[in-house]
Each structure stands twice: as structure tokens, then as C-alpha cells.
């Protein structure tokens, strides 16, 4: 993703983005996060991130870290970690089952919007294959792997 839209995403989203220890493995750094994503899902990652914003807001969650996010086989994936706020003990595990089941949802949209959204203008797109080649794309951006 360009810099400009990874440094808007990080330093809109801080506590999701800049908040992780040891990154500095996937090329993040104290200013921005690093997509390893097309510009065209910025869009739905900034849904998906609103949505986690607001689970941290509502203390739900907390010491969320966002740990990869990239693309594989045309969709998005996404790898955080994040711990569950204090519940009282008693019925603690269903607190935290219905927190993690909310959380699941919001990936869930986003991983699924992904396969429909081109990963290069964040227009319609379909998943398209060539080759073992994978990529969500539109009818101008999808380039199959011969004519590469
Ligand atoms: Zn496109």
C-alpha cells in the first residue's frame, strides 16, 4: 500500500497500528504500519479498523496490536493480538466468547469484501486465477501471469 495511506491509517487508528512491540520485521517502524495489501482495500481496512476502534473505545479489548496484515491468494489476511478487558468472574468465558465472536464478525465482512473488491482501485472485482497465480481484480486491472 503507498505511504501516504499507510501513514493515514496508522495515525488514525494508533492504538491499532503504532501500538505493537518487536515489528520491525514487516517493515513497520514508529511512524506508520506496513500493508503488505494492494491501495484499493485501504477502504475496507479502514472500516474493519473503525469497528476494532471502537470495540478498544468500549474497552472491550485491549492492547490490540495488529501484527500483519497482508494479501494471500487474492484475500485479505489479518493477524493481531489483542487481550480481553477485566470481565467479572462470573460469567467470564461468556463475556469473552461474545467479545471474540463480535470481533470474528468484523474480520469475517472484511476478509469477504476483500475477495470482491480490486486490490488495485478498490473497485468490483472478482477472484480470478492463472497459473496458481491469484488476484481479486477488476476487468482493467486483472493481468493474467503470461502477459506479466
Ligand atoms: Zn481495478
Not at 45 to 52: D, P, T
Not at 86 to 113: M, N, P, Q, V
Not at 121 to 132: A, E, K
Request: hydrophobic content about 30%; aromatic content about 12%.
Amino acid at each position: 500500500m503507498n505511504l501516504e495511506l499507510e501513514i493515514k491509517l496508522s495515525t488514525d487508528f494508533p492504538a491499532i497500528y503504532l501500538s505493537g512491540e518487536g515489528l520491525e520485521g514487516h517493515g513497520h517502524n514508529a511512524t506508520h504500519f506496513h500493508f503488505e495489501c494492494g491501495d484499493g482495500w485501504f477502504a475496507l481496512l479502514y472500516e474493519f479498523s473503525s469497528k476494532i476502534q471502537k470495540m478498544i473505545d468500549e474497552k472491550k479489548i485491549t492492547k490490540f496490536a495488529a501484527q500483519q496484515v497482508k494479501e494471500k491468494y487474492a484475500e485479505l489476511r489479518y493477524y493481531a493480538s489483542y487481550e480481553f478487558k477485566e470481565c467479572e468472574r462470573e460469567g467470564k468465558e461468556e463475556e469473552e466468547a461474545a467479545i471474540d465472536k463480535e470481533f470474528r464478525s468484523y474480520l469475517t465482512i472484511a476478509e469477504e469484501a476483500s475477495g470482491k473488491t480490486c486490490e488495485t482501485c478498490g473497485l468490483p472485482g472478482v477472484l480470478r486465477t492463472d497459473s496458481g497465480w491469484y488476484s481479486t481484480a477488476c476487468d482493467v486491472h486483472w493481468k493474467p501471469r503470461a502477459t506479466k
